[in-house]
């Protein structure tokens, strides 16, 4: 059974700290939505094209252009709520949140803010064997996103890049319910599997298409209590939030070095600004950017350009009904189908290829072995070689072909290992490969008969100190493997050398 309790971590692990303090965090995810086309406009989402090659006239804001929604985009958004156990909203509205920036040519964004297509929902965060935390989600909305400033082709100006202008966000909005650096890399991961599963992102961090601005403060053990009894944030402290941060480790690290900050202000007797910041991985240290921007400063209102959304609820339920196995249920059923260990079954869920992979290894042999050679054997070379499942050289059907020459009996796990070596770089069948290569194990209870024997007589000092101390029986056992090149089967020159020692 997991544990879903609040339990926060021990304060003490703030380092410098002179007192004890707790840490509260919420994160704002953006994640870019799986669309051919963008939220408004039909042009491509492609990324690397060239600069300001996917951009219609909506995107750039040409006089009497009209957004046009896409309504695949909704449908994603949809399949991200449900795939949260989120409340979707049948009604929804778009909002103009004005602001300028060199890369927004309409000046303002159209966003949801007052009715937002997606309510509350849950994610819950692995933890540990048996141990997760439920990260409440307040709400998802749609939304454009800006295009690109680039400050570093020329000394003396900038470039702007509108390729990405307009393409469709899905801000998912948590509650501060997360309490560690940890716990918070460990959200966003789970957040990226779950959306990947579900199809609606890509989850690329490095290209952008899933960052998040994380919204950090410190206060008295007791106050976080506090605010889950009466909903009252002023209690949490004043928040900073550190803005677009596309790495797991870089979230770490910046709310790491933005508490130990907070702290030293609060315990040197100053007061915490609420504000925007950057945080520098070079350096390892945040940067102020600007002062906390609130709705009111945006002058938000009903965009005029769109009606608001009325979608069916049939409509709901028919995407409901074709959301694919989820990885909490997919890692549970591999564990009582396959009778594998959650941390097995974690790692082979971790991706939808992993997953994919292993079930057709798995199909109709034993699901222990075939997870361990998918594990150890497989994920151990592919990341020697900096590789991923989708590059493998080896199919699901060769080493499943691995796999049941074991079970047969037909090569040793020793032998396994040449032949899976032998497939990952020349190819091959198996089977076909253990024959010309004359891998097969020697079952021949005669043939081994006679090998251990002949090392028997060889020996006979040694012969001596096992019958004293049958623990020594191991070095025969060694020495025949090794006069058969491995091809001995291994529990029968166990058994033969054990009859001969008495």
């Not at 949260?84 to 929804?92: G, H, T, V, Y």
């Not at 297509?117 to 998802?140: H, S, T, W």
Request: glycine share 8%; aromatic share 8%; net charge negative.
């Amino acid at each position: 059974m997991l544990d879903l309790s609040y339990k926060a971590p021990d304060p003490k692990v703030i380092a410098g700290a002179r007192s004890d303090w707790e840490l509260v965090i919420g994160l704002e995810v953006h994640a870019q939505v799986a669309s051919e086309a963008k939220l408004f406009s039909g042009a491509s989402t492609r990324f690397g094209a060239e600069p300001n090659s996917n951009v219609s006239f909506v995107d750039a804001a040409m006089p009497g252009m009209l957004p046009v929604i896409n309504e695949f985009c909704v449908e994603q958004a949809v399949r991200t709520g449900l795939g949260l156990k989120a409340q979707i909203n049948l009604f929804s509205a778009f909002d103009r949140k004005n602001y300028f920036y060199p890369d927004l040519p309409q000046g303002y964004q159209i966003s949801q803010l007052y009715h937002p297509i997606v309510g509350e929902g849950e994610v819950l965060v692995d933890m540990g064997p048996g141990i997760a935390r439920k990260v409440r989600i307040e709400r998802i909305h749609l939304e454009q996103d800006a295009g690109k400033s680039i400050h570093d082709m020329d000394p003396n100006m900038s470039f702007v890049d509108l390729n990405r202008t307009g393409v469709a966000l899905m801000e998912i909005v948590s509650r501060p319910d997360i309490r560690s650096p940890e716990e918070a890399a460990a959200y966003v991961g789970k957040l990226r599997q779950i959306l990947r599963y579900l199809g609606t992102c890509d989850g690329n961090m490095q290209n952008g298409n899933l960052r998040a601005d994380v919204n950090v403060s410190v206060c008295q053990p007791g106050a976080y209590e506090a605010y889950r009894e009466t909903g009252d944030h002023s209690v949490l402290g004043t928040r900073c939030e550190i803005k677009n941060m596309n790495s797991m480790r870089f979230i770490q690290q910046a709310i790491e070095y933005e508490a130990r900050r907070q702290i030293a202000i609060l315990e040197d007797g100053g007061e915490v600004v609420q504000e925007t910041r950057l945080y520098d991985p070079d350096k390892g240290e945040t940067r102020s950017m600007r002062s906390k921007e609130e709705a009111h400063d945006y002058r938000y209102f009903p965009c005029p350009d769109l009606l608001p959304l009325e979608i069916e609820q049939a409509w709901v339920d028919n995407i409901q009904a074709s959301l694919p196995e989820l990885p909490d249920e997919k890692k549970a059923r591999f564990v009582t189908e396959f009778g594998l260990t959650e941390y097995d079954a974690g790692v082979l869920t971790a991706e939808t290829e992993s997953a994919a992979y292993f079930e057709q290894v798995a199909r109709g042999r034993d699901g222990k072995i075939a997870a361990n050679w998918v594990i150890n054997e497989l994920f151990g070379r592919l990341k020697k070689d900096d590789r991923d499942i989708i590059e493998s050289p080896v199919s699901p059907a060769q080493l499943g072909g691995i796999v049941d020459l074991i079970a047969k009996g037909d090569i040793s796990g020793k032998i396994a290992k040449e032949l899976f070596e032998i497939v990952y770089t020349e190819g091959g069948d198996p089977a076909k490969i253990v024959q010309a290569r004359g891998m097969k194990q020697v079952t021949d209870t005669t043939t081994i008969e006679k090998v251990v024997d002949e090392i028997i007589a060889a020996n006979p000092a040694q012969v001596e100190k096992a019958r004293g101390n049958p623990k020594l029986a191991g070095w025969f056992v060694g020495q025949v493997m090794k006069a058969t090149d491995g091809k001995a089967n291994p529990k029968a020159v166990n058994r033969i050398v054990a009859q001969k020692l008495g």
